[in-house]
């Protein structure tokens, strides 16, 4: 028997997540000015921050220690110049997403599953993201066009699993957000749905106690992959947020991307792990960067992320073990190297 569902009230006053991500920082100038830093040290990327802005949440600044240009969360928020060197094989795409995009909003790469780009924006700007050329404007739909995307999971029976990604589908609000579940829900062969966001994490504020029992009430099987990198990272908010999710019956994991001078350390790695099963969410995937413009610079080569995988096996239990893994264009699965 399903779950009764949840009808979703909303004031017209913005709920205080909304306001915060309403009031991000993307003037370069002022990040430095809050966080005491010397423009010198670390010039700006001019081009990379036109083609890419930084956005970031006025709270997860709170994370970064003043001062500390290495400090590993601005090393992923910061538009460096190093974004705008060119480096061989580095593409706008990657992994050939146009190739999979049937119709706007939706990516069909897997048997089984389909990728809803729920929302066309993040409350945060990583600067490794795969999809930071991705034409949002063009898979953006309304609720009108929605239904084109709702055809082509309701016509193939193979589908069991949606994913909600983005952007970051957190980024809508509760009625949003519970006009697409409720869509999902009534394809009856379609049994998980799987949300990816980085919002548990850079604005945890936004799961709030109605959101969290809409996500509760659905039919569907609900699984939740949070985006963290670093032990930093992590909160008593973002505790909060996972605590809630987990009380709501939602299935918490947790998928990093090892990055240059960020968390390729095998003690920065199993500190990671730790801290995340010590929040409720299990350290699930661990992805090499994909080869998209202007990341060359994070790049780890292949043998040294399977070094630090060996060590961390050394050392942690396997359910915190993450597995390493790319995501290579055409395959039919994400490609695992340890």
């Not at 579940?181 to 548990?200: D, G, K, P, Y």
Request: net charge negative; proline share 8%; with cysteine.
């Amino acid at each position: 028997m399903s779950a009764p569902s949840l009808t979703i009230i909303e004031s017209d006053v913005p709920p205080p997540w909304q306001q915060m991500l309403s009031d991000l920082i993307t003037d370069p100038q002022e990040l430095l000015s809050l966080l005491s830093l010397d423009p010198q040290e670390k010039p700006l990327g001019l081009s990379a921050a036109v083609q890419f802005p930084l956005k970031v949440p006025r709270w997860f600044v709170s994370r970064i220690e003043p001062g500390d240009w290495q400090d590993p969360i601005l090393r992923q928020l910061w538009p460096a110049q190093e974004e705008e060197i060119a480096a061989p094989n580095y593409v706008i795409d990657p992994l050939e997403e146009t190739r999979f995009n049937p119709v706007p909003g939706l990516l069909h790469k897997y048997t089984s599953r389909v990728l809803l780009t729920a929302a066309p924006h993040c409350a945060v700007h990583c600067r490794y993201c795969f999809r930071r050329h991705f034409d949002y404007a063009g898979n953006a739909p309304s609720r009108t066009d929605w239904q084109a995307a709702f055809a082509h999971i309701a016509a193939d029976a193979r589908i069991e699993e949606v994913l909600l990604s983005g952007g970051d589908p957190f980024a809508l609000s509760n009625r949003q957000f519970g006009w697409l579940l409720e869509q999902i829900e009534s394809i009856a062969h379609v049994r998980t749905v799987r949300i990816h966001t980085r919002m548990t994490i850079v604005l945890p504020q936004r799961i709030d106690a109605e959101f969290a029992a809409m996500l509760g009430a659905s039919r569907l099987k609900v699984v939740l992959v949070s985006h963290c990198n670093h032990a930093n990272e992590l909160s008593d908010e973002s505790r909060a947020a996972f605590r809630a999710l987990a009380s709501n019956s939602v299935t918490l994991f947790n998928q990093s991307v090892i990055l240059a001078d960020v968390n390729n350390s095998s003690g920065v790695l199993i500190e990671l792990s730790k801290a995340l099963f010590d929040q409720g969410v299990l350290p699930y995937y661990l992805h090499l960067p994909d080869a998209v413009a202007g990341t060359a610079h994070f790049d780890v080569p292949i043998p040294d992320a399977q070094a630090l995988v060996a060590e961390m096996q050394a050392q942690l239990p396997g359910y915190l073990v993450p597995r390493l893994v790319r995501e290579e264009p055409g395959e039919d699965s994400k490609t695992r190297y340890a």
